[in-house]
C-alpha cells in the first residue's frame, strides 16, 4: 500500500472526488487548493510518499510546487495533472514526474497512487501466481 499522499488541486469536484476515491481505497490524503497551504504542511514536517499537483495553480504552477516539495522530500513520487499548460511549465513537469491529461479516470488515477513503483516510475504490476491443477481438473 502506498503512504500518504498530497493532493493540491484548485478545483473543488475534483480535489473532492479524488480524496473520496483514494480513501476508499484506504490511502490517507492531504488535500489543498492552493500551493501555499501545501508548502506550510511541508515546512511544519508533514511528511508525504506522493504528490499529485494541478499544474495550474493560484501562485505557483504545479512544477514549481513540485521542485520546492522535493527539496524537502526527496523520495517524493510526483504525479501531474493538466488540461493545458504553457511548454516551458508542461517541460520542467516532465522532468520531474509523471503528467497525466485531464479529464482523468478515477479509477486509473487511484490504481496509481496505490500500486508499488520502480524508482524509474514505471509501475510495477503485482500478479499472482495462477492456482496449480490437479490432475483430472478441468
Known sequence: MAGRVVLVES????????????RARGVGVD???L????????ERGVQWSRG???LDLEGID????????L??????EVIFLTGSANAEVLCRAHALGTVI????GLGLLCERLTTPTRR???????????????VGEG
Not at 71 to 76: C, D, V, W, Y
Not at 101 to 104: F, H, L, N, R, S
Not at 126 to 134: G, I, L, Q, T
Open 11 to 22: 478545483d473543488e469536484q475534483l480535489r473532492t472526488n479524488i480524496v473520496k476515491a483514494l
Open 31 to 33: 488535500a489543498f487548493a
Open 120 to 134: 524509474s516510475g514505471v509501475v510495477r504490476k503485482v500478479r499472482e501466481a495462477p492456482a496449480k491443477r490437479r
Open 101 to 104: 491529461w485531464k479529464p482523468v
Open 62 to 69: 504545479g512544477a514549481t510546487l513540485a521542485s520546492k516539495a
Open 71 to 76: 527539496a524537502h522530500l526527496p523520495e517524493l
Open 52 to 54: 499529485l499537483f494541478a
Open 35 to 42: 500551493p501555499i497551504d501545501a508548502l506550510h504542511a511541508l
